[in-house]
Structures are given as C-alpha cells and as structure tokens.
C-alpha cells in the first residue's frame, strides 16, 4: 500500500549548521509533497512544499528537492536556528484524492 | 484571524464509553480533515470533507467511528466503544476551498486517552 519513509528519525545539529531531512514514497502516482513543522502541544504547520513538475523549491533558509525517478523527496534547512528545534514530518498526496500519508517524523535539535 | 480550534484539549475516558471530538474550522472553509496521530508517528488520515458531505472516509479505521459536519461548518468525530487502541491525539485541520494542493492549517488537536 501507500507507504512514505522518513529518515532520520532524530538529528541533533549545531547552530548555523544545516540540516538534511529525507522521505521516500512508493506511489509513483502520488504529486504533492508538503513538510510540516510541528512544535510541542500544536498541531502541523505547513513550511513549504513542491509538486512534481517541479524538481527544487527554496524559500529563505529551507529548501526542498524532488527526484520523481527515485521517489525521493528531501528537506534542507540551512544556517539552524535554535527555534528551528521541532519535530518535521513529509507528506505526499496522490493525485486526484485528498488523502496525505505522512511520514514517522525527524526530532530535529538545533544546539546553540 | 482564528485558528482552527479544537475542544476539548485533553479526554479522559474509560474503555467501552463513547466520546465526541469537536473541531470548529477557519471561518469560510469549506474543507474540513480529520487525522488521528499516535505517538512517535505522523498524522493519520481518517476522513475529508467538502462541504457538509464526506468526501472520502477511506481512513476510518472502523464502523465505530463515525463524524458529521451538518451544516458544513464545525464537525464532530464519534468514537463509539471507546478502545484502550483509540488514545492518541485526534488533529483537525480546514482548507479554504479544498482544491487539491491548498495549504491545510491544522488545529491544535484533542488528545484522547481511554483507560
């Protein structure tokens, strides 16, 4: 079935080091692919997002990048900051539905 | 503006009761999504609606859940027969039109517990 693998599941970095996030997902079919941020006690806020037309997205600090052939999808944060610490989840949305399967989620700890 | 809100926060119940969920959606949204999340995991689709119908249930894990949005506004999730398998933090999220791809903004989500 529908399945997206996120790795890793916990990332401690230094402040004003980036951070790499990584998903994986099985249905070729799936074409929208949100990450979320969610801090402690709140519910998933959306950060930013690409579709599958598209192969890279930047907005300030974070990136996202697209390999539809590997049905890989990748967030990059760059020069951390401590209120970046949060825990990330990816998504993807199959074409044509409005179900999203998210990724286990990445800890991520940004150290000052 | 408001957020999506969610009450109650916190649901203590005991196993075999039944509980309802309340979401109260941005004003003017016209999708609405439920999504279950257990610990330590992603959130969970369970259903989606457009409107007052449901557009897809295909989430729901049972016939003991069950949620309405009678006049396409605030949508209550019923949990029949409560399960100790149940607890988790049950996410409400809207969407302004419900057009594939729109920003989603999620509440801050009802944390069951069932004893």
């Known amino acids: 079935g529908e399945n997206v693998e996120q790795h890793p599941s916990t990332l401690s970095v230094q402040e004003g080091d980036s951070a790499v996030i990584k998903c994986t997902y099985s249905d070729s079919a799936s074409n929208y692919f949100p990450w979320y941020k969610q801090e402690l006690g709140k519910g998933p806020q959306l950060i930013i997002d690409i579709r599958s037309n598209v192969g890279e997205k930047k907005d300030q600090r974070i990136a996202v990048t697209l390999n539809k052939t590997a049905k890989h999808f990748s967030l990059h944060i760059t020069e951390t900051q401590p209120e970046d610490s949060a825990v990330y989840f990816c998504?993807?949305?199959?074409?044509?539905?409005?179900?999203?399967?998210f990724g286990t989620g990445t800890r991520l700890k940004v150290l000052a | 503006g408001a957020g999506v809100s969610q009450t109650p926060s916190n649901k203590v119940t005991e196993k075999g009761k039944y509980v309802e969920l309340r979401c109260d959606p941005i004003s003017g949204h016209t999708a609405l999504y439920w999504y279950r999340q257990s610990l330590g995991q992603g959130p969970e689709f369970l259903i989606y609606?457009?409107?007052?119908?449901?557009?897809?249930d295909s989430g729901l894990p049972n016939d003991r859940f069950f949620a309405v949005r009678p006049e396409g506004s605030v949508s209550t999730l019923k949990i029949q027969r409560t399960e100790r398998g149940d607890s988790a933090v049950y996410l409400c999220a809207s969407s302004k039109l419900g057009v594939p791809e729109e920003t989603q903004y999620f509440g801050p989500g009802t944390r069951l517990l069932v004893l």
């Open positions: 609606f457009q409107g007052t119908g449901a557009a897809d």
């Open positions: 998504a993807a949305r199959k074409g044509g539905t409005y179900k999203y399967i």
